[in-house]
């Protein structure tokens, strides 16, 4: 009998994972990033970007092409609850209704069409959200990491950027709401330094965690 040993074949294969995003999802929302980045560039400036639903955006695209659960996740954390608020603002002021403030500018004539129809990204943008989670699973990190994110915006929109300005014209002013709900003239409910500790804790208790936890109800945690 013959004991030679004889060399074993690998039966190790490599395979590779499913994408879990259609490449028209992936293409399409390029798409759309490409014309709307130097459109916004060019009418509002690059601080217009320091918003939280705009860095959501940036994060989102590197989300569709990575499939990072932890990004899409992030992005919609922080999103999700106030853009669904805005979807209500938007509907009520297509009925005449005066809802939220948050929406005037879709109604402002001194803004171009164009413009306006861009901004239909923040009714969209919430449900793309969902489906990225649902396809990517949820990480749940993306609750601090955004809450770290937000507190950085907040703090550099607070005390660098523009306050409200009634005659802004397109100028972003009040980014993210730093000195109060109105774009016009700062709150005066409480001190500029109470309202900004207000919101540092309030986003995350309010808006953040809800949304998290949606979220995870939604997608599974990615290990």
């Known amino acids: 009998m013959n004991n030679k040993t004889l060399p074993l074949e690998s039966t190790t294969e490599t395979h590779a994972l499913p994408r879990r995003l259609p490449m028209a999802v992936k293409l399409g929302y390029t798409a759309f990033m490409a014309v709307l980045v130097p459109v916004y560039g060019a009418n509002y400036g690059p601080t217009n970007f320091l918003y939280f639903c705009d860095v959501a955006l940036f994060l989102t695209l590197v989300a569709v092409w990575t499939e990072s659960a932890l990004l899409a996740g992030m992005a919609a954390v922080g999103i999700v609850l106030p853009q669904m608020i805005w979807v209500l603002g938007f509907a009520a002021g297509l009925f005449g209704v005066k809802l939220l403030g948050m929406t005037a500018y879709m109604f402002d004539e001194r803004r171009s069409l164009f413009l306006r129809g861009l901004s239909l990204f923040h009714g969209w943008l919430p449900f ?20 770290v994110l937000a507190w950085a915006l907040l703090l550099l929109c607070f ?38 500790a207000f919101l540092l804790v309030g986003m995350p208790v309010l808006l953040f965690l809800p949304a998290h936890l949606i979220l995870k109800k939604i997608g599974k945690r990615r290990r």
């Open 128 to 147: 793309l959200l969902f489906y990225l989670v649902w396809r990517t699973g949820y990480d749940r990190r993306g609750l601090p990491a955004w809450t």
């Open 159 to 196: 005390f660098y950027m523009p306050p409200p300005n009634p005659d802004a014209g397109l100028t972003p002013v009040n980014i993210n709401y730093a000195w109060g709900p109105s774009d016009a003239a700062a709150q005066t409910w409480m001190p500029p330094y109470a309202w900004l």
